[in-house]
């Protein structure tokens, strides 16, 4: 691996502009990488935007299949190939995944006012409706989006510049409640909500909801989104499978076909490069979270998804606003 890859070039395609969240962490891992690879190999950054990152993609995906092509690919395109609208130029069953450096585990939940409830069992006998706002379908919403699938009382509401927008519409009583609900989001822009337990979590999904959070808004331990949502086996596994596609977003994906080898070679040299104090301290300073994101979380999942029948491809499509 020494011979195959010294003085070597590898080029890492992003499929967004100068200055993005793909761009950096781009240009961040190309200038840490290279010890990690046997033979030193260089790194050079290539911007092709276009198609909401697709255009790159095309472009690794023709690229000979020798790990010298990569793309950190926008998890926009998963959902898509599963559900069967085929996104031209790519594969996703057949495509070569190294894995993420933007992986987060961390919690997701839907947080109401105190005001309007503090319960889900409290929200289901009231008989209302209760509205949260996001910007798009898909992403930090589709936990509330599921229960309004499933005739339970939610509105999603779209159309929301992002989190400061929906958080201050929550705070003046236009919006019930959020997901942007831990202290990353509510503590630099509503520190007195923490101050005053003006939110509670009703349910959570991805990972239990911290105990320090619970401590610092005064709230009870919700339930788990599955044990209060009616999905049958085939939703809640569409569900899972989107919410894992969208903790992948960033994925360094190559053309199909590289050697098993040179897989081995990138998989541990990108774990290593993700751990580097140097990798790190540059990523903090572009206020980048860091987390690895293993490959075969995603991959793991994808013969199930494969095999989806119309239950769950149109709850998918729902999620995503798909058609």
């Known amino acids: 691996m020494a011979a195959y890859f010294e003085g070597q070039t590898i080029r890492i395609v992003v499929g967004f502009s100068p200055g993005g969240g793909y761009d950096t962490v781009s240009r961040i891992f190309a200038a840490t990488a290279g010890k990690y690879f046997p033979g030193n190999p260089r790194f050079v950054v290539a911007n092709q935007p276009g198609s909401g990152g697709l255009r790159a993609l095309q472009t690794v995906t023709k690229a000979e299949p020798n790990g010298f092509s990569v793309t950190p690919m926008a998890s926009r395109f998963i959902i898509p190939e599963v559900i069967g609208n085929d996104v031209e130029g790519f594969d996703l069953f057949t495509a070569t995944m190294i894995g993420t450096p933007t992986f987060t585990n961390v919690h997701q939940n ?163 490069t993700l751990e580097d104090p140097r990798f790190l301290e540059l990523a903090a300073a572009a206020s980048l979270e860091i987390g690895y994101g293993d490959p075969n979380l995603l991959l793991d999942q994808l013969e199930g998804a494969r095999n989806f029948t119309d239950e769950g491809k149109n709850l998918l499509k729902n999620l995503y606003g798909l058609d």
């Open 110 to 272: 839907f947080c109401v006012r105190r005001d309007v409830a503090t319960t889900w069992e409290e929200m289901k006998a009231s008989g209302k409706v209760y509205t949260i706002g996001t910007s798009s379908p898909g992403g930090d919403a589709i936990g509330p989006a599921l229960m309004e699938y499933l005739g339970e009382p939610m509105k999603v509401i779209y159309g929301y510049g992002g989190t400061s927008e929906v958080l201050a519409a929550v705070d003046r009583g236009e919006l019930d409640g959020s997901t942007r609900c831990n202290f990353n989001f509510i503590e630099p822009l509503f520190p007195n909500w923490i101050e005053s337990d003006t939110v509670v979590p009703v349910y959570w999904w991805r990972s239990p909801i911290s105990p320090e959070w619970l401590e610092a808004i005064g709230a009870p331990e919700p339930p788990y989104l599955f044990d209060v949502a009616p999905a049958s086996a085939e939703q809640k596994a569409a569900f899972e499978f989107g919410d894992t596609a969208e903790s992948m977003t960033r994925m360094f994906t190559m053309a199909p076909g590289v050697p098993d080898d040179v897989v081995a070679v990138w998989r541990d040299a990108f774990k290593q």
